[in-house]
């Protein structure tokens, strides 16, 4: 049986995967995810729950699952692409992570509260509604734990590892780059 990954709307699939007209894409030459869901070796499903997360309204306190567009010193976007990791959304909803709502307050020191040392354009995060926002976006937090980045590239291409709370490690290059990791497994 083939390893199954959690996808998200834009990632490159594998060669062998089959192209579905529901679920994949080309792009810039690469077979891509079209909805988030669990790629095998051989194909792209969709969460069950689609519909129910569809209908939806986020409200303060649920987990989502969102991918970093851009950042600022102060501030990062974020595109958010589900509720949870079961229930995608069907349009992405835009979300704001401010630099003091990153780490807990007992971690905030003037370097770690640096934008680009927490998380980077493209990095794929497990973050709270911390609150509705205004009428453009919500407001996120990744202060806990077990939130923060699940997903980074590095320059090679390749899905780092985490390390620790405030580290990921490319397994191609061995460099390390400095983020604000949900809780690493084993730890």
């Not at 992405?92 to 370097?111: K, N, S, W």
């Not at 780092?160 to 580290?167: D, I, L, Q, T």
Request: proline letters at 6%; aromatic letters at 2%.
């Amino acid at each position: 049986m083939a390893a199954e990954k959690i996808v998200v709307p834009g990632d490159k699939l594998p060669a062998s995967t089959s192209a579905d007209a529901g679920s994949t894409f080309v792009w810039d030459g690469a077979l891509r995810a079209s909805v988030a869901g669990i790629a095998t070796g051989s194909s792209v499903r969709a969460s069950r729950k689609r519909s129910a997360a569809a209908s939806s309204v986020l409200s303060v306190g649920d987990t989502v699952v969102g991918r970093i567009t851009r950042i600022t010193p102060r501030l990062a976007h974020v595109d958010i692409l589900s509720l949870g990791i079961d229930a995608p959304l069907r349009d992405p909803c835009a979300g704001i992570l401010r630099r003091e709502d990153v780490r807990p307050a007992e971690h905030r020191t003037a370097e770690m509260l640096e934008m680009h040392r927490c998380v980077r354009p493209g990095d794929v995060v497990l973050a709270a509604v911390l609150s509705l926002g205004d009428s453009r976006a919500y407001y996120l937090s990744t202060a806990a734990n077990d939130h923060g980045v699940v997903i980074a590239k590095s320059s090679e291409g390749a899905t780092m590892k985490p390390v620790s709370y405030c580290e990921m490690e490319c397994p191609v290059s061995h460099v390390r780059e400095k983020r604000k990791v949900a809780k690493p497994p084993g730890m």
